[in-house]
């Protein structure tokens, strides 16, 4: 099985600033014949589902706004928010789906400071 | 709009059983793979088992293989979670979603999620 570990567990950011989650996973998700990365990011707010933010690694969802972007390469990635909002408290998961079982990191718990 | 709306959680006593249905509106459901997750309460995200657009594959985690079935009624638009030989580290809400489709004249399904449906509560206790 593919293991995602994210970084850090939880984070403290002031509104406005910069947030940076990082995701590794224990082997590739990059598919080498088509140059895609098999990562997919969610937010969780509290009481509600997970809500798919990014896929491909870096391709925003359709109606998620452009302070979210990622980033990575074959086995390490990262989720900007890069002006937090206080919309933007939730728990983010990472997610691979380069194989079964499709793993998510432990998730990261992003506060207002 | 896409919806997925679960059922069937509740109250279960140890080495019992349940079966989770999720009905699906708002899009061709014949046409996308459907997972299910579970979510302790309080803790991370873990898939549970996947099944194709025509129900003749099907996969799992090994945490619930040979306890798990999947299942779908295509005419009716509904996936299905029947949990048998249920324990204490089975309790969790359990997520139905939607695996994602690529569509470049060849229709690719991948297994990135959205939308969730708002979960359905089971819980093994005696």
């Known amino acids: 099985d593919i293991v995602m570990t994210q970084s850090p567990d939880s984070l403290a950011v002031s509104l406005g600033e910069r947030a940076t989650i990082n995701c590794k996973s224990s082997q590739t998700v990059l598919n080498s014949s088509t140059n895609k990365r098999y990562l997919a990011w969610y937010q969780q707010k509290p009481g509600q589902p997970p809500k798919l933010l990014i896929y491909w690694g870096s391709t925003r969802e359709s109606g998620v706004p452009d302070r979210f972007s990622g980033s990575g390469s074959g086995t390490d990635f990262t989720l900007t928010i890069s002006s937090l909002q206080a919309e933007d408290v939730a728990v983010y998961y990472c997610?691979?789906?380069?194989?079964?079982?499709?793993?998510f990191g432990q998730g990261t718990k992003l506060e207002i400071k | 709009e896409d919806q997925l709306v679960e059922s069937g959680g509740g109250l279960v006593q140890p080495g019992g059983s349940l079966r989770l249905s999720c009905a699906a509106s708002?899009?061709?459901?014949?046409?996308?793979?459907m997972h299910w997750v579970r979510q302790v309460p309080g803790k991370g995200l873990v898939w549970v088992s996947r099944i194709n657009s025509d129900g003749t594959g099907t996969d799992y985690a090994d945490s619930v293989k040979g306890r798990f079935t999947i299942s779908r009624d295509n005419a009716e638009n509904t996936v299905f979670l029947q949990m048998n030989s249920l324990s204490a580290e089975d309790t969790a809400v359990y997520y139905c979603?939607?695996?994602?489709?690529?569509?470049?004249?060849?229709?690719?399904?991948?297994?990135?999620?959205?939308?969730w449906g708002q979960g359905t509560l089971v819980t093994v206790s005696s």
């Open positions: 708002g899009f061709t459901f014949d046409t996308y793979w």
């Open positions: 997610q691979q789906y380069y194989s079964a079982p499709y793993t």
């Open positions: 979603t939607r695996g994602a489709l690529e569509i470049f004249g060849l229709v690719t399904p991948h297994n990135w999620f959205d939308p």
